[in-house]
């Protein structure tokens, strides 16, 4: 089933570190952004790629796209100071009915056969998220001191892409912004509308590069992936 993706690709990557948007680094010599609008760029069912950039990137974003021959970006969107507000600029944008993905581009390891199963889900349910089973045991705490064992079999960590009915996600961020809302996620927005949201079971390599040490466990991945 044909698809848009919004790609959120406007944050500072603070906790990084690297002095630099952390998409722009390079893993195996390819810009982070690059490896994840790869995905959506090789599958025939994604109809176009919305970016919301720092406009401080835009020119070098725009120089790896004809470099890396990314012809499917349709839009760049300005970010903005959060990442709920980057991705509504580009539901602003996008307008149109049909299914809706928002992927993080701090994502680059989405294994393209799980965009099945997601998009499906989300074309019955309205709302569908990629998560994996919670390893650790997690725990609440006030202060340094633990407040609550929170029970472990129906933990998931949530991932993206994240995958709604276009009509659902553009109201479910029209009221957050009413209310003043701001989510971690998009599903979020979604479920504060009290609609159903549907949890695909997705992959560990899915990581989110957010801290240093994701980086090694990214070159692992690479690494798993040129000796597969
Ligand atoms: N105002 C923002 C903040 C984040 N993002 C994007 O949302 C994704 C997830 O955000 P996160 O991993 O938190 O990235 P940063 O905000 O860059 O990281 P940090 O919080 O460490 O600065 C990233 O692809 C990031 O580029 C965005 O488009 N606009
Ligand atoms: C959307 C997300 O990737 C789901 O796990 C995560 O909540 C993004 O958090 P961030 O702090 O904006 O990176």
């Known amino acids: 089933m044909a698809y848009r993706v919004i790609i959120p690709a406007a944050g500072q990557g603070k906790r990084m570190g690297a ?11 390819l810009p982070i952004i690059i490896h ?25 974003m725009k120089s790896l796209l004809d470099k890396h021959q990314i012809t499917k970006v349709t839009s760049f969107v300005s970010g903005g100071k959060e990442r709920q507000h980057s991705i ?43 998560g994996v089973p919670v390893k650790d045991t997690v725990k609440k705490a006030t202060g340094n001191f633990v407040a609550e064992t929170v029970e472990r079999t129906s933990l998931w960590a949530v991932q993206t892409p994240q995958a709604f009915r276009f009509s659902i996600l553009f109201e479910a961020y029209r009221k957050a912004e009413e209310d003043n809302f701001l989510g971690t996620d998009d599903a979020s927005l979604v479920e504060r509308l009290g609609k159903d949201v549907v949890i695909v079971e997705g ?10 040490e994701d980086l090694y466990f990214a070159e692992a991945i690479i690494r798993k992936r040129i000796e597969q």
């Open 203 to 212: 992959s560990y390599d899915n990581i989110k590069l957010t801290t240093p």
């Open 36 to 60: 994840t609008l790869r995905v959506f760029e090789m599958d025939e069912d994604c109809e176009g790629i919305i970016l919301a950039v720092n406009p401080q990137d835009e020119d070098e």
């Open 88 to 130: 509504y600029n580009a539901l602003k944008q996008v307008g149109q009915e049909g299914i809706i993905l928002v992927h993080d581009a701090a994502r680059p390891f989405l294994d393209k056969n799980l965009l099945r199963s997601l998009i499906e889900a989300a074309k019955t349910s309205g709302a569908a998220i990629l």
């Open 19 to 29: 002095g630099k948007n952390k998409i722009l680094l390079e893993l195996n010599q």
